[in-house]
């Protein structure tokens, strides 16, 4: 089952939207700094990406835009060898998942539950 993050919307400062700033920069959309900072910048983001993919473009990054997103919610025991093998169907395209992730994954090794990573899109 693929587990998605929770909603954040502007003013929401976490880890998820760390994930969602650095979804958006890999999808090819400007949300400024990967700070975990929901502000207008990663708003405006949001909204051109919702707008791109045909989605309602509230600026809500909720279920239809983290699926659109195509990121992974990081459980208890996931590896990214492990979350290759779920969701590529190949664990040695792990590496593919740590690139798309330097700015959040310093060591492949050290990912954590509720971590939000960004997958390559033929992974959804």
């Known amino acids: 089952?693929?587990?998605?993050?929770?909603?954040?919307?502007?003013?929401?400062?976490?880890?998820?939207?760390?994930?969602?700033?650095?979804?958006?920069?890999?999808?090819?959309?400007?949300?400024?700094?990967?700070?975990?900072?929901?502000?207008?910048?990663?708003?405006?983001?949001?909204?051109?990406?919702?707008?791109?993919?045909?989605?309602?473009?509230?600026?809500?990054?909720?279920?239809?835009?983290?699926q659109a997103l195509c990121v992974h919610l990081v459980q208890s025991g996931d590896t990214l060898s492990g979350i290759a093998e779920l969701r590529l169907g190949d664990a040695s395209r792990f590496s593919e998942i740590f690139e798309l992730n330097r700015e959040l994954v310093a060591d492949p090794d050290r990912i954590f539950p509720e971590q939000v990573l960004t997958l390559p899109e033929d992974a959804c």
């Open 1 to 66: 089952m693929n587990h998605l993050p929770p909603t954040v919307r502007r003013e929401s400062r976490d880890g998820a939207v760390k994930g969602l700033q650095n979804a958006l920069l890999a999808r090819g959309f400007n949300a400024g700094d990967i700070d975990g900072v929901f502000g207008p910048t990663t708003e405006g983001a949001v909204r051109e990406f919702q707008r791109a993919r045909g989605l309602a473009d509230d600026g809500i990054a909720g279920p239809n835009t983290w």
